[in-house]
């Protein structure tokens, strides 16, 4: 396939440095968050949207079907990793109301950037985890999740910074846990390095394939896959969106 997004060709070639679904803990420091958690201060509303809104809508974690996270039922629940201003979590769980949406953001004003979003909604679908969203893979059941979202993920561009990638092998396994057969698994950037190192990770693993079967199934914003926040400021170059399913 020839690509052309961003500064390098994406291929869909294995990768031997991919190919360790054995384990890969030893690539990325376990426990350890990257990335920064605060920004600006916060204004007397934005404190308090965290103080009032945030208890309402905080998922603490339990090891239970995530189904019981959501006051109504839910058919499905599906996790946004890093959902930023929360944007694009917001549209899902408008167009989706019958799915349970959590949604995990360590950094503090992403998520106060959501609650006001959310202040003026009245959805009652979203579940919000203020911290590392491999906590919530760690605790969840297996084949508990309909859909994951990885979306614009920081890319670490420097090589001795890719053990910082969210896409390790390791996460991988634990997404091929939590995922149900056929699930989806949605992941975005406008990293070409990042994209290509995805391809390479996601190909050599035994649970997933890539659906993609022609260019512009990954070179064109799919139906039902609205642009973020991260994605409109076109920082590294054209964005691509390769969507996975679980074997
Ligand atoms: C480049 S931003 C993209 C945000 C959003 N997805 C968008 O496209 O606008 C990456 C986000 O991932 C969050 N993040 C980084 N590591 C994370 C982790 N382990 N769990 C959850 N979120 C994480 C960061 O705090 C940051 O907000």
Not at 224 to 241: D, N
């Amino acid at each position: 396939m020839a690509a052309s997004a961003g500064k390098k060709p994406i291929s869909p070639t294995r990768s031997s440095a991919a190919s360790d679904v054995s384990g890969g803990h030893a690539e990325r420091k376990r426990g350890m968050l990257y990335g920064r958690r605060k920004g600006p201060k916060l204004s007397a509303h934005q404190q308090h949207l965290l103080d009032h809104l945030l208890p309402q809508l905080e998922l603490h974690l339990s090891h239970a079907d995530p189904h019981t996270y959501f006051s109504g039922a839910v058919e499905e629940v599906w996790l946004e990793v890093g959902f930023g201003g929360g944007e694009h979590l917001i549209w899902q769980a408008q167009h989706h109301p019958d799915i349970g949406l959590i949604g995990a953001e360590p950094y503090v004003n992403g998520v106060v950037k959501l609650l006001s979003q959310l202040e003026a909604t009245s959805l009652a679908n979203i579940r919000i985890y203020c911290s590392d969203a491999r906590e919530i893979l760690e605790a969840l059941p297996d084949a508990s999740l309909g859909r994951v979202f990885i979306l614009f993920p920081d890319p670490w561009p420097k090589r001795r910074h890719h053990k910082r990638r969210f896409i390790q092998m390791d996460m991988l396994n634990q997404l091929a846990r939590v995922l149900k057969p056929s699930a989806e698994l949605r992941f975005a950037s406008d990293d070409a390095d990042y994209a290509e190192w995805t391809l390479e990770h996601l190909m050599a693993h035994p649970a997933f394939d890539w659906t993609a079967t022609r260019a512009t199934d990954w070179q064109a914003r799919p139906d039902g896959w609205p642009p973020t926040r991260y994605e409109a400021k076109e920082l590294h170059g054209k964005p691509v969106f390769l969507k996975f399913a679980r074997r």
